[in-house]
């Protein structure tokens, strides 16, 4: 059974950061490529970011480009989400999962989803 811990969000002013961390307990990790998404309320769930198995190829959605970061560690089973320049509109749950799909933006390309962690930007 695969257990996701995520941790990092909290309370931050506009143009502070963030650094996401969802550590996975299982062996799913080692062998899927991951992404995050991010859910205010009344709104749909949205991407974020993904990245492959290596490492080496990301993908980000629109209005995070330029500003966030993913990475992972594979050695500790850790996916990572760096958030610089945050905006209100950045305001959401943030949610990781494991990407099964090849349809990286699509959210039913994913499953195993962690509980989330919330980020609030204050303006």
């Known amino acids: 059974q695969v257990m996701w811990v995520e941790s990092g969000g909290g309370l931050v002013q506009a143009g502070g950061q963030l650094r996401l961390s969802c550590t996975c307990s299982g062996r799913l990790f080692s062998t899927y490529a991951m992404g995050w998404f991010r859910q205010a309320p009344g709104r749909e769930r949205e991407f974020v970011a993904s990245i492959d198995l290596s490492g080496y190829t990301t993908y980000y959605g629109d209005s995070v480009k330029g500003r966030f970061t993913i990475s992972r560690h594979n050695a500790n089973s850790t996916l990572y989400l760096q958030m610089n320049s945050l905006k209100p509109e950045d305001t959401a749950r943030y949610y990781c999962?494991?990407?099964?799909?090849?349809?990286?933006?699509?959210?039913?390309?994913?499953?195993?989803w962690g509980q989330g962690t919330q980020v609030t930007v204050s303006s």
């Open positions: 999962a494991v990407r099964r799909g090849s349809v990286y933006y699509d959210p039913r390309a994913y499953d195993t």
